[in-house]
């Protein structure tokens, strides 16, 4: 079975510059995750999808991040602008559960670095 | 913010030993998971265990949970080099509908050859 596959693996870019994230989740997975991990952290969650919906989006810097989960498969992640402390990695998982009482599955994540 | 928080920060031991490392929470639990992460990767499911279980087993793995204490422990017996990574405890509340998983900030464990 594939896994979640994430590209870019790594990204630097200046600050106030765009940029992008995808995300392709197991198939046949409904729930869809998107997480934040600082260097020293834990995964922090910055968007839920059920599907193509939104379900928590309340830990979203929505100013300026955006995510949208086309066709209810394929996800992407954007930044614009970034922002030095937006430096970190950002880790997709995927699930058949969406309410937490099974695991997830999480991609190798993007490490983006702004300068 | 994070929920739980891990203990210790960090862990060091030889090929062989026992490693133990602890999680402690403050709400009331549906369920605790820990997942492991090695170096420049993602996270990797270990195992789950319900706010009504006590103990739950898999291979060298074993995760006991006290919800009276809040807490829960992970323990890796006979540990291999491979075993070197970061381990993350993540709670679901009690009554989440949506199934959130706070993440502590993690164990950094080191095994020596």
């Known amino acids: 079975e594939a896994g979640v596959a994430q590209s870019p693996r790594y990204k630097i870019i200046e600050k106030r510059q765009s940029v992008a994230f995808w995300c392709n989740p197991i198939s046949g997975h409904a729930t869809l995750y998107w997480y934040q991990q600082i260097l020293g952290q834990g995964p922090k969650l910055l968007i839920q999808f059920q599907n193509n919906g939104v379900v928590d989006d309340s830990q979203l810097p929505k100013d300026r991040f955006s995510a949208e989960r086309l066709k209810g498969v394929d996800s992407t992640l954007k930044i614009q602008p970034a922002k030095l402390e937006d430096s970190a990695v950002y880790l997709c998982?995927?699930?058949?559960?969406?309410?937490?009482?099974?695991?997830?599955?999480f991609g190798p994540g993007t490490r983006l670095t702004v300068l | 913010s994070q929920q739980g928080e891990e203990d210790p920060q960090a862990l060091s031991i030889q090929e062989g030993e026992n490693a133990t490392m602890n999680c402690s929470y403050k709400?009331?639990?549906?369920?605790l998971q820990w997942y492991r992460q090695n170096s420049g990767r993602g996270l990797v499911h270990l195992i789950l265990i319900r706010s009504n279980e006590r103990e739950k087993h898999s291979g060298r793995l074993r995760v006991t949970l006290d919800t009276s204490k809040k807490s829960s422990s992970l323990l890796i017996t006979a540990s291999r080099a491979a075993d070197t990574a970061s381990y993350f405890c993540?709670?679901?509340?009690?009554?989440?509908?949506?199934?959130?998983?706070?993440f502590g900030r993690g164990t950094q464990l080191t095994v020596w050859p």
């Open positions: 709400t009331s639990i549906n369920n």
């Open positions: 998982a995927s699930s058949l559960d969406g309410g937490g009482r099974a695991e997830q599955f």
């Open positions: 993540a709670t679901v509340d009690r009554g989440s509908t949506l199934g959130r998983l706070y």
